[in-house]
T-cell receptor
């Protein structure tokens, strides 16, 4: 138990579906992150939120839409995905960023395994 | 690339042997961190070493840092089958980017 909970753990969706991934942290952190991990590829940073404000968007296609209503919750809304979007989506949190920099470690959830048919 | 890069990409050893993996990075760092990932799971933080430190220990883990060579190494002593996982380094200065990792297989 890392203090970061992701739901659902597994999701299968068609290309025309709309679904959402949810991440919740109970660590009192103020920064939250989405990463994508595809087979045989490095972890790809997608988005960073610091005190609910988006500070990084790593050229992510608009079919992925993040939402951070408060420092404890982070969503990734999915719409019109492609089969190549199938991957493990990892959420992480950390202490708030100062000047865009982080000084401590990331705490990861267990991930949401997404399959797009 | 921006991220730290781990080497080797894969390592297979017998239980009880030591495992050494390396990480190289491109620019200056504030600190460098090592993480472990079991297959299909989230990453777990192992150890952080600051830019002014040269060596750090945590249980069976030993991390070294050579800022002149922009490299770090992670040594796992007396490995166990449960150490089978992928290991990643991350340097905070480059803002949250990870390398491809070293896939360690410890055979019982």
């Amino acid at each position: 138990e890392t203090g970061v909970t992701q739901t659902p753990r597994h999701l299968v969706m068609g290309m025309t579906n709309k679904k959402s991934l949810k991440c919740e942290q109970h660590l009192g952190h103020n920064a939250m992150y989405w990463y994508k991990q595809s087979a045989k590829k490095p972890l790809e940073l997608m988005f960073v939120y610091n005190f609910k404000e988006q500070t990084e968007n790593n050229s992510v296609p608009s079919r992925f839409s993040p939402e951070c209503p408060n420092s404890s919750h982070l969503f990734l809304h999915l719409h019109t995905l492609q089969p190549e979007d199938s991957a493990l989506y990892l959420c992480a949190s950390s202490h708030g960023l100062a000047g865009g920099a982080r000084t401590g470690e990331l705490f990861f959830g267990e991930g949401s395994r997404l399959t797009v048919l | 690339s921006q991220q730290g890069e781990e080497d080797p990409q894969a390592l297979s050893i017998q239980e009880g042997e030591n495992a050494t993996m390396n990480c190289s990075y491109k620019t200056s760092i504030n600190n460098l961190q090592w993480y472990r990932q079991n297959s299909g799971r989230g990453l777990v933080h192992l150890i952080l070493i600051r830019s002014n430190e040269r060596e750090k220990h945590s249980g069976r883990l030993r991390v070294t840092l050579d800022t002149s060579k922009k490299s770090s190494s992670l040594l796992i002593t007396a490995s166990r089958a449960a150490d089978t996982a992928s290991y990643f380094c991350e340097d905070n200065f480059n803002k949250f980017y990870f390398g491809s990792g070293t896939k360690l297989n410890v055979k019982p």
